[in-house]
Nanobody
Framework: QVQLVESGGGLVQAGGSLRLSCEAF????????MAWFRQAPESERTFVAA???????DVDSSVEGRFAISRDPSKKLIYLQMNALKPEDTATYFC?????????????????WGQGAQVTVSS
């Protein structure tokens, strides 16, 4: 089992930037794919971005060009850099992990989850 701890959420005005971090407490860092999902109130949890140990990444089309995912292997951290934020980006953002290299976009493919970080974008 992997313990994931997110940080970096907060309140920002539209057009601003935030960077989320997720620290992974795992012995299988080099075998895991890490991802970010988000969930707005009354909505399902949706894919944002994922990266595997080979640094192959995938970003959802709804945020492509504005969001970027990256890894710091030495610290077992992943980041979600969010730029040009919009009010519709408001959600709780979750870090997730799964064993293997596949960049799945479905939440049910991920076995471990963080507690979530709230991101609120005001207009």
């Amino acid at each position: 089992q992997v313990q994931l701890v997110e940080s970096g959420g907060g309140l920002v005005q539209a057009g601003g930037s935030l960077r989320l971090s997720c620290e992974a407490f795992t012995r299988t860092w080099n075998e895991d794919t890490m991802a970010w999902f988000r969930q707005a109130p009354e909505s399902e949890r949706t894919f944002v971005a994922a990266v595997n140990w080979g640094d192959t990444a995938d970003v959802d089309s709804s945020v492509e060009g504005r969001f970027a995912i990256s890894r710091d292997p030495s610290k077992k951290l992943i980041y979600l850099q969010m730029n040009a934020l919009k009010p519709e980006d408001t959600a709780t953002y979750f870090c997730a992990a799964r064993r293997g290299a596949a960049l799945f976009t479905s939440a049910d493919k991920y076995s471990d989850w963080g507690q979530g970080a709230q991101v609120t974008v005001s207009s």
